[in-house]
């Protein structure tokens, strides 16, 4: 290109080569620390259908208890040091498919709903897809805020920590058809919340950089030696009482709710015709 072309692509830059136009950098790279954590989850959830299909159930349900905590610690880590990312939403999400929803479907059919044949296997189904759809419903509504106190329906690692808990406190499996029946109300059960809308509370807005009382590490050193003594029922507690604990909220919402137009109601009365009016 001559010097009076080169010129003419510097005072006309629509005039310049589309090689010569500057292409946008694409960012390489992930953040490591956050990550390690997601691969981390993904792997427990692999370990778990593997052990699940091999019929070793008591080693296979912990793992997707460790994959809960590692899906905890990925996302707060990511905040905490400022490396969260779009990558790292996408890719957490894609774990999570994994680790809460088909590993823990592969885990209850192989435990207890082999034995209702087709059945089984479509309950499985239903849970997996209702874990994707909980997690493509989650990432729309964190991209558009919220209240963060609340998730609008269960969270897909409580809802598997529902069947892996129950699978880790009954190992032995369930070879009847009556009791294929319990399993089927383990796995549906969750997946319908889910995918509703009833509000659970969520945790992500406790601040661990605050200063709090000497009491709380002495809650937390008890709950850890609870779970340390008795691991099978301790975590069945938690998974069922978390469950359990947006019932009762909502029946306590509606209850105050109620009472308010009570009060409402009376207040806003008409005084009776038949009393005298104050002067």
């Known amino acids: 290109m001559s010097s009076d072309e080169g010129d003419a692509g510097t005072r006309l830059p629509f005039l310049r080569r589309v090689d010569d136009r500057r292409r946008p950098r694409i960012r390489r790279g992930v953040s490591l620390l956050p990550s390690l954590f997601t691969v981390g989850n993904l792997f427990c959830g692999y ?3 593997i052990y699940a299909m091999r019929g070793e159930y008591e080693s296979a349900a912990p793992f997707i208890g460790i994959a809960v905590v590692l899906d905890m610690l990925d996302g707060r880590i990511a905040r905490l040091t400022g490396t969260s990312s779009d990558f790292g939403v996408q890719f957490d ?3 999570d498919v994994i680790s809460f929803g088909i590993a823990p479907a592969v885990l209850t059919f192989g435990w207890g709903l082999a034995p209702l044949g087709r059945w089984g296997w479509a309950a499985g189904f239903l849970f997996v897809t209702a874990a994707a759809m909980r997690l493509a419903r989650f990432n729309i509504q964190s991209a558009g805020g919220g209240d963060k106190r609340y998730f609008v329906g269960m969270p897909s690692p409580a809802a598997a920590g ?8 009954y190992p032995a499996g369930i070879a009847d058809y009556r009791g294929s029946l319990v399993a089927l109300a383990i796995v549906l059960v969750p997946a319908v919340l889910m995918v509703s809308t009833i509000r659970f509370r969520s945790f992500k807005t406790i601040d661990l950089r605050t200063r709090r009382p000497y009491t709380v590490l002495l809650l937390v050193a008890g709950a850890l ?6 691991p099978r029922w301790v975590l069945v ?3 069922y009482t978390y469950l359990v604990s947006a019932f009762v909220g909502l029946a306590w919402t509606r209850l105050r709710a ?10 806003e009365q008409p005084p009776d015709s038949r009393t005298p009016a104050a002067s």
């Open 47 to 49: 370990a778990c259908v």
């Open 237 to 239: 507690g938690m998974a």
């Open 93 to 95: 999400s894609l774990a």
């Open 258 to 267: 109620k009472e308010g137009v009570r009060e409402g109601g009376k207040s």
């Open 225 to 230: 030696v609870l779970i340390a003594t008795e």
């Open 162 to 169: 529902v069947p892996a808990a129950t699978v880790f406190a």
